[in-house]
């Protein structure tokens, strides 16, 4: 069980500097090679003050699963808020996504390490970006801004759109330079996704998602072969 929160400003921002060091040390060493010292050594802090704050290493992991997973729900939220249609919600919120990804590479280290170190802060990591795409499509879709499609069949292939695409670009880079490299899962970072990719991998998404033009629905297209 993780310690109690503080109740100052000054142990606040502690446990920030806590969440900020581990985010850099399970990122860079991987869970089992992290340990407390390395946070507190990053963070600025005696091992002491650690346990103020949590009771294992574990427990921070744990929090820095939902602290990434907050953190990047409220950055693609807020690129969305001020979009007029679900396409361009989507555009927005991919790109405040790969942005985000781009500054904090460990929401991808650190939340694929949990598959083994904390199975169920992944699914909870992954329940809640989904649910809020399911509430999202299916709207979008009671609307007519999309197509008729299941919307929680949509919301995870968008999610694994998402995160393929981000691996591949911002995670692993883009060196066009090298033999191979179009299939090469281990090209140096670049820390964006170049344009031209992001245009192709919104033009495949709205190929998916955009809603038949009126009169040009599959019935149509259906009755016309037996005309």
């Known amino acids: 069980m ?12 502690t446990r920030r500097r806590l969440l900020e060091a581990a985010e850099v040390v399970f990122a860079r060493n991987g869970y089992a090679d992290a340990s407390i010292s390395r946070i507190t ?15 294992t290493k574990l427990d921070i992991f744990n929090e820095l699963v939902e602290d990434l997973n907050r953190r990047v729900r409220q ?3 807020a690129a969305s808020a001020s979009t007029t249609d679900r396409i361009e919600s989507e555009r927005a919120g991919f790109r405040a996504f ?7 590479p460990a929401l991808y280290r650190v939340v694929r390490e949990a598959e083994f170190v904390s199975p169920g802060a992944l699914r909870l990591h992954y329940t ?3 649910e809020g795409y399911i509430a999202g499509l299916t709207a979008a879709g009671e609307a007519g801004e999309i197509s008729d499609i299941d919307p929680t069949v949509a919301a995870w292939a968008l999610m694994g759109i998402g995160e393929m695409i981000g691996m591949r670009w911002v ?7 090298d033999a191979g490299a179009d299939s090469d899962p281990l090209a140096s970072g670049t ?19 955009r809603a038949p033009a009126p009169g040009n629905g599959t019935n149509q297209g259906k009755d016309s072969r037996h005309e």
């Open 41 to 55: 050594d990053a963070a600025g802090v005696g091992q002491g003050t650690f346990y103020l704050y949590f009771d």
């Open 2 to 13: 993780t310690a109690a929160m503080p109740r100052t400003a000054r142990g606040v921002e």
């Open 191 to 209: 820390s964006e996704v170049p344009e031209h990719v992001f245009d192709e991998m919104m033009r495949f998404i709205e190929g998916a998602l």
């Open 128 to 130: 809640r970006i989904v």
């Open 171 to 177: 995670l692993w880079g883009d060196s066009a330079t």
């Open 98 to 104: 790969f942005k985000f990804t781009a500054e904090h």
């Open 75 to 77: 950055a693609m939220s």
